[in-house]
């Protein structure tokens, strides 16, 4: 029994241990329309054992420009 669950614990500590989280990063640009801009930042999660990026927790952020 007590080999079972040291078992498993280390089963579930490789499942968590297999995503990864780097950022935050730009991933967009763009006019909002009234001579600003809107940014976009997004962490980027790389999730090994699927073998896939995703971006998680973006945020969008306004800048309005002057002379």
Known sequence: MKKLIVGMMVVVGLMVGCTSQAGPFVTNISSDGRGG????KCMISLNRQITTVENTGCTNTSITLSK
């Open 37 to 40: 801009l809107t940014i976009e």
